[in-house]
């Protein structure tokens, strides 16, 4: 056995790997785990499945371009779809067996693209064993994937920015509740929803200033500032709900939405046009910030110096960076963009505040940050994934009772996303490297 160190290009980290007689100990657990869903999908998805059902999905809405070739609609027999699908999955799967069991490490986006290939061809399974005897409209589904993807990837890069720096933000959840609610207060106020979009970075640095306060200033544990924190932005947010938007709406708590931004041509592209090119501003907000948040990072010497501050303050510090101050401003831009995100469960979807409205998305933000391996483009891409977990049982519960996935228990569909979040984490965490000074307090000597 023999321990071959390489470089993650990717988040330029060092990572041991343990290596026996060429190729990794752990080299058939990905495979195995595919071959196995694979097998789980042949048989429950298809060859267990009622025969002389039909799928139907809806690709081009109503008033979209289908480009003179592309039918509105297909219509698909379920069982022999699912069949055809789960045997192209474990193909993949076969594919991943081949190229785990090579010698030395397989290339790593060479095996994310078939994974991310073979999760396709999964869903795509599940979805047509569920959706037997009914119609799916995908554009639509893509189209509340993305509303729900943008607070788990505005709260996922917030930890990003944050634990780069070395300073672990549990409080993502408070920072997206006190966004919801800054934007719906002031943007109530002053009747205006772009001044109310203003206030929630603003509403959310509150929660990040308590937090570089204690965790940096006082050097508190981080962890349980953060919790901490998490429960007064409940607390406060309800006290003021029931005292005062509750008791005057009209003034305080009035329902406003962003205004739709449409491309001409693109937005009328089937299937993705509407999704990517008919959105609000925040949503073009979240690409923005990803791109230049992923150069930011790695490719300027700010990024450089951030990184330095999260894996080596002390040389950080030898070489004349500010340790404490690069944190500071970290954790506070990192509230500002969490506040974003709360802004998009109030202003962008035209609803009013409501009682703790952020139920839980700080925390699976967190998991896609960390599922993301604390990289812009890896969190969006994990946010995108709950996010459609999150859509399809929304989805699933306005089914037929005819259709198997309309007799499903509300119940079971609840917890989808969650299930999704647990494996998901469960499956990596083990083999993500966290900045090397996360967490860990710094005084300057």
Known sequence: MSTAPTLDLATDEVV?????????????????????????????????????????????????????????????????????????????????????????????????????????????????????????????????????????????????????????????????????????????????????????????????ALLALFAIGHQVQQIIVGVVLNVLAVGLTSFFFGTVMKQNPQLFNTPMRLPVIRIPGLADLPLIGRVLFEQNILVYLMWIIVAVLTVALFRTRWGLRVRAVGEHPRAADTMGIAVNRTRWKNVLLGAAVAGLGGAILTLGTGVAFADNMSAGKGYIALAAMILGRYHPVGALAAALTFAFADALQLRLGTLPQGTIGGAIPSEFLLMIPYVVTLFAVAGVVGRVRVPAADGIPYTTQ
Do not use: C
Request: charged share 10%.
């Open 16 to 208: 041991e790997k343990k290596v026996t007689g060429g190729r990794l100990r752990t080299w058939w657990r990905l495979p195995a785990a595919l071959t196995a869903l694979g097998l789980l999908a042949l048989t429950v998805f298809g060859l267990l499945a009622r025969s002389g059902q039909q799928t139907g999905y809806r690709i081009v809405q109503e008033g979209g371009w289908d480009l003179g070739v592309l039918p509105a609609s297909i219509s698909l027999p379920a069982r022999a779809t699912a069949i055809v699908l789960s045997l192209l999955a474990l193909a993949i799967a076969a594919a991943v067996w081949a190229l785990q069991a090579r010698r030395g490490t397989p290339p790593r986006r060479l095996r994310a693209a078939l994974v991310v290939v073979f999760g396709v061809l999964w869903v795509l399974a599940f979805l047509t064993w569920a959706v037997a005897g009914a119609a799916l409209d995908l554009a639509s589904l893509l189209q509340v994937t993305m509303i729900l993807a943008v607070p788990l990837a505005f709260g996922a890069l917030s930890g990003v920015l944050s634990e780069r720096a070395g300073v672990v933000n549990i409080a993502i959840e408070g920072q997206l509740l006190f966004g919801a609610f800054g934007a719906a207060l002031i943007g109530s106020l002053t009747h205006s929803v772009w001044l109310g979009l203003l206030a929630a970075p603003l509403m959310a640095l509150i929660m990040g």
